[in-house]
């Protein structure tokens, strides 16, 4: 499966929209890109999926250019409930439910 | 609907010990999952089980067990406990294809002394 780069951390503040990038240069054609969301002493929380071009639902959107060898998360008007770890995983289609979490980027939003 | 259940959400155990956690999925959900999450190594992929089968299995040792009953429950079985087996585990469940969301449970804390 692709190795997943996002950064480590990232801060912003109330109201802003925040925008991570996760690199994948190795995807594959049938592989597709999905983003976690993880608060402390919980388990990670499903935020968004997508192939190519652009996804969007009530929480975020997930912009994957035409090479598809990164996407960006992008938050509209963070809170600080926001404040989580995110992560970006590559699934393969034939590769059953198994999820691969990288490093994933520890948002912080400030009031 | 309810959600992922784990339990116990705590557990101490010393070394040498085995110990048995239990997931009960999301009602209709057919695959659970297991993860194991710790500060050092991230959240990593223990193994998968799909209508009482195996599906996938991650890189543990054969310490590491599960099995899934016929109501989708699963468990999980740690032999011969050690100290590095400190860890959040994390159950998720999602419905029968591949690709499906996952929804993960609270987790079960396990402390090894």
């Known amino acids: 499966l692709a190795k997943t780069t996002q950064p480590i951390s990232m801060d912003s503040y109330e109201g802003q929209e925040v925008n991570i990038t996760c690199s994948h240069n190795?995807?594959?054609?049938?592989?597709?890109i999905t983003w976690y969301q993880q608060f402390p002493s919980q388990g990670p929380r499903f935020i968004i999926q997508?192939?190519?071009t652009k996804v969007t639902n009530e929480v975020a959107s997930l912009f994957i250019p035409a090479d598809r060898k990164s996407s960006t998360l992008s938050l509209p008007r963070v809170s600080l409930s926001d404040t989580a770890v995110y992560y970006c995983?590559?699934?393969?289609?034939?590769?059953?439910?198994?999820?691969?979490f990288g490093g994933g980027t520890r948002l912080m939003v400030k009031p | 609907k309810a959600g992922v259940t784990q339990t116990p959400r705590y557990l101490i155990k010393t070394r040498g010990q085995q110990v048995t956690l239990s997931c009960s999925p999301i009602?209709?959900?057919?695959?659970v999952s297991w993860y194991q999450q710790t500060p050092g190594q991230g959240l990593q992929f223990l193994f998968e089980?799909?209508?009482?089968?195996?599906?996938n299995k991650g890189n543990f040792p054969g310490r590491f067990s599960g099995r899934q009953f016929s109501n989708s429950r699963s468990e999980m079985n740690v032999s011969t406990l050690e100290l590095g087996d400190s860890a959040l585990y994390l159950c998720?469940?999602?419905?029968?294809?591949?690709?499906?969301?996952?929804?993960f449970g609270p987790g079960t804390r396990l402390t090894v002394l």
């Open positions: 009602s209709g959900h057919r695959s």
């Open positions: 998720a469940s999602s419905l029968a294809t591949v690709g499906n969301e996952q929804f």
């Open positions: 995983l590559v699934q393969r289609e034939n590769a059953g439910n198994m999820l691969t």
């Open positions: 997508g192939y190519k």
């Open positions: 089980y799909f209508s009482e089968t195996q599906r």
């Open positions: 190795n995807i594959a054609t049938n592989d597709y």
